[in-house]
């Protein structure tokens, strides 16, 4: 394939090829270099790899990762990387057996990270330009699995100080009753001259720099104002909150938050607090006590992106969760897949046997609701119903919002 053929975003952004074998670093650089990539950077581990994803600027379009590696391995990167939330498209490349590719290419899957290929080494030159073209597919329109570039810390710092960085409130609708039941805030950055900046661009580089405390308090603090503002227009809703994984440890937040909720003067039970299940399943004591104290004072607890992580039924039922949200990668387009579907359906039965309520996200289209509601889903949440909307648009819209549910409902 000719080099002329090979998308600009990765010529232009390069790429991070991980591998212990300087030998066969060397030849997937040489390749690379042919296909008129010139800008690659080089890891030796997983240690590594993740060390210069802090300091890249900007960050690779891609990554060519080898699986058997010495210190940190190839599986173990991916991991991580789908914990920090970085969506870099990737590139399994390994000498190791089929079934091994294959297994690697499932679980890279329902991480949810963006899959180029997954190729036996040595590399050939035409199987590595197949895969590097799939980068395309996933370009603008798609802004979870884009290569985020990170934003300066500094400019983070002084949007935070600022309350620049604000909630906007996404409906959770109830399918039965077909209205709106419940919202969750969505961090944005504002800019007066762009539009807003979503939070895969700042989430990582506020982990990365102690900044999510600040950042969680912020959100919540101007949820309870939302709230406020709803309530004295006669609109009670509770607000879902999202706690990054990282900062479950810190005790300081947990008492910020619980501090927060008292003084708010509204109930509790208005307060949901959202962990995803891969955060929850090391069995972390700190993490665990975070959420037994919400949970203490009242608050309801979610288990956010279900389906992505590999946790049991019984390591669920040990923990003090009210509500189960089902990953939107088993929900949109469900109702046209046996297998997402089949997964939907276990997971809303088992949540149901838990004794959890269940939310799907991602609801995009009106097959994908009626078959929530044929599995008895409780609550949806997508673009179907509503985007994320400031806290005023929200009330302004609410009226419509449940105006178009009652209309989907009747349409069966
Ligand atoms: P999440 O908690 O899984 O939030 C759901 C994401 O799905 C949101 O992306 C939402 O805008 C998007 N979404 C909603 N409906 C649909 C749909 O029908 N189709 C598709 N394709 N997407 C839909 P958003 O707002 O970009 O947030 C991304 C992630 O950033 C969130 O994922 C959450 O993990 C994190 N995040 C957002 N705000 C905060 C925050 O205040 N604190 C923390 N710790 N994390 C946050
Ligand atoms: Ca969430
Ligand atoms: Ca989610």
């Known amino acids: 394939m000719p080099a002329d053929l090979i998308p600009d975003v990765l010529r232009t952004y390069g790429l991070l090829v ?17 296909l008129g990539i010139s800008r690659v950077a ?57 079934v091994m590719i294959s ?12 899959l180029l ?19 395309d597919q996933y370009g603008a329109g798609m802004p979870d699995t884009q290569p985020e570039t990170g934003v300066p810390v500094e400019a983070l710092r002084e949007a935070l100080a600022q309350q620049r960085i604000q909630p906007f409130f996404q409906p959770k609708a109830s399918v039965a009753r077909a209205m709106v039941r419940s919202t969750e805030a969505l961090a944005r950055w504002i800019e007066p001259a762009s539009s807003p900046i979503p939070p895969a661009r700042f989430i990582p580089v506020a982990e990365a720099h102690g900044l999510m405390a600040e950042l969680t308090l912020t959100i919540l603090d101007q949820s309870i104002a939302a709230m406020r503002l709803w309530n004295s227009r006669g609109v009670q809703l509770p ?33 949901i607090f959202e962990v995803t299940e891969s955060a929850m399943m090391g069995g972390d004591a700190a993490a665990t006590a975070c959420l037994l104290r919400l949970r203490l004072r009242g608050c309801g ?7 992505t992580g590999f946790s049991s039924m019984q390591q669920l039922s040990r923990l003090p969760f009210t509500e189960l949200k089902v990953d939107r990668g088993f929900v949109t387009g469900a ?14 039965d088992m949540a149901g046997r838990l004794g959890l309520s269940t939310v799907a996200e991602g609801v995009e289209t009106a097959e994908d609701w009626a078959l929530l509601r044929e599995l008895g889903c409780e609550l949806a949440q997508g673009y179907l119903i509503a985007r994320p909307l400031p806290a005023e648009e929200f009330l302004h819209e609410l009226p419509q919002i449940n105006h178009r549910l009652r209309g989907l409902q009747a349409e069966r």
């Open 18 to 34: 991980v591998d212990d074998s300087e030998v066969q670093r060397r030849h997937l650089v040489s390749n690379l270099n042919a």
């Open 42 to 98: 080089e890891a030796a581990d997983g240690n590594h790899a993740l060390d210069l994803l802090e300091t890249l600027n900007p960050l690779p379009a891609a990554l060519i990762v080898d699986l058997e590696m010495p210190g940190m391995d190839g599986i173990e990167l991916i991991q991580k990387l789908a914990e920090r939330r970085m969506s870099l498209p990737l590139i399994v490349a390994s000498s190791r057996e089929a």
């Open 103 to 114: 297994s690697t290419e499932t679980m890279i899957s329902g991480l949810g990270l963006p």
């Open 117 to 135: 290929g997954a190729l036996s080494k040595p590399v050939a030159v035409p199987d590595l330009a197949r895969a590097l073209r799939k980068i």
């Open 239 to 271: 607000v879902a909150i999202n706690l990054s994984p990282a900062s479950l440890a810190d005790t300081v937040l947990t008492e910020g938050l619980i501090r927060r909720v008292a003084a708010s003067g509204l109930d509790a039970r208005q307060f």
């Open 301 to 307: 607890l979610s288990i956010d992106d279900y389906g």
């Open 335 to 348: 109702h046209a897949r046996p297998p997402l579907r089949t997964m939907l359906a276990s997971a809303i």
